[in-house]
């Protein structure tokens, strides 16, 4: 075998300084801060949060004066380009609403919203303001994905007919470690909620839109609301993928290896390709073996070309890959799924989606 370095990034583009608001300094803000920290054309003027010493806190470590304990009031102290939403699902709508009223472009954690109408809302409250609501979906810019996505047809690996995810940790059993979100454990809707969207989006990125899917829920834990496993078949015209999620398994491998948030497997017609859980992507055809190999922190790396590119799209007027209007359709495979589970069915993907509003 051979092994390759290599960074995987878009290339950056000149750029106008942004100014934003963060709101939401839990868990996932810190990756984002530290995200917005290597991007020089964006500028953090202030951040929000509910319990405004956890803004403090974050402001303290990125060196941010401003904090506030509701968006509103930092949206009138302010001038600011964009809005950055780090906050749970329940809370985007109002957020977004708050958002695009001061005029801002806004980028917005996963998952969403908790309904697809909330998500048609979301999109039509943007339109109206002529200003771009983004996802911040950074898996599909995870390096061996694009490094995947540029190995399918017309590349080396040819057209896939097979592709497998699994993904495991030990989260709800023997008892339940949300340390860092415990409202996850009274979500009634839970692994494809918060993790399989990821896997959902990442799929249409790869292999485009879905026909079909076909998906069983799991709750081994008593201690949680929703599902912490479930299996997802996922139909397209030619190719079959499976989607194998748990939080209640021990994983096979060491955690201290783990750096990918799955192990995948793609099979195509000129070769395989097999992501491992530190990272590494093997492709394999009748002539060669090669192991592609992503640098030091690929995760960090994800969330700066994600970031990025909304900077990017914000001042071109280019529309996102991961627009609001686009990630409804990510969504609508995540509520497709417990459609699905509910009703022991195949969820027919756009000719079922009525039935979800």
């Known amino acids: 075998m051979s092994t390759r370095t290599t960074a995987g990034h878009p290339a950056a583009i000149s750029l106008s300084p942004l100014r934003g608001i963060l709101v939401g300094c839990g868990y996932i803000a810190t990756q984002q801060l530290d995200a917005w920290s290597q991007i020089d054309e964006v500028e953090i003027v ?14 303290d470590r990125c060196g941010i004066s401003a904090t506030y304990s509701d968006l509103s009031s930092a949206l009138e102290k302010h001038n600011v380009d964009f809005v950055d939403i780090a906050t749970p699902p329940p809370t985007h709508l109002d957020l977004v609403r708050i958002s695009v009223e001061a005029g801002a472009h806004v980028l917005c954690q996963k ?7 909330e998500i048609d809302e979301m999109v039509d409250i943007a339109d109206d303001a002529g200003v771009q609501l983004v996802v911040n979906e950074n898996m599909r810019f995870q390096p061996w994905f694009l490094r995947m996505k540029e190995l399918i047809e017309p590349g080396p690996i040819g057209r896939p007919f097979y592709v497998h995810w699994s993904s495991r940790a030990r989260l709800t059993m023997p008892a339940v470690r949300f340390d860092d979100q415990p409202y996850f454990a009274t979500m009634p809707r839970l692994a494809i909620y918060e993790l399989g969207v990821h896997f959902f989006d990442t799929m249409r990125f790869l292999f485009g839109e879905p026909l079909a899917l076909s998906a069983a829920l799991g709750r081994a834990s008593s201690d949680i609301a929703g599902e912490d496993h479930a299996a997802v078949l996922v139909s ?82 280019v529309d996102c890959e991961t627009s609001a209007r686009e990630y409804a359709k990510t969504m609508e495979l995540v509520f497709g799924s417990y459609a699905s589970a509910a009703d022991q069915q195949v969820y027919r993907v756009g000719e079922d989606r009525g039935g979800l509003l």
């Open 46 to 59: 202030a951040l929000v949060d509910v319990d405004e010493a956890k803004a403090r806190f974050q402001a």
């Open 111 to 117: 998952p969403l919203a908790p309904s697809l109408g």
């Open 236 to 317: 397209y015209d030619d190719l079959i993928a499976i989607m194998d999620i748990s939080w209640a398994s021990i994983p096979t491998y060491s955690l201290t290896d783990a750096v990918s948030w799955a192990v995948a497997t793609v099979e195509g017609e000129g070769g395989t390709m097999h992501l491992s859980i530190d990272g590494r992507l093997r492709v394999i055809t009748d002539d060669s073996d090669e192991v592609f190999e992503f640098g030091s922190d690929p995760i960090g790396d994800s969330f700066i070309d994600m970031q990025r590119r909304f900077v990017q799209c914000v001042s071109s007027g």
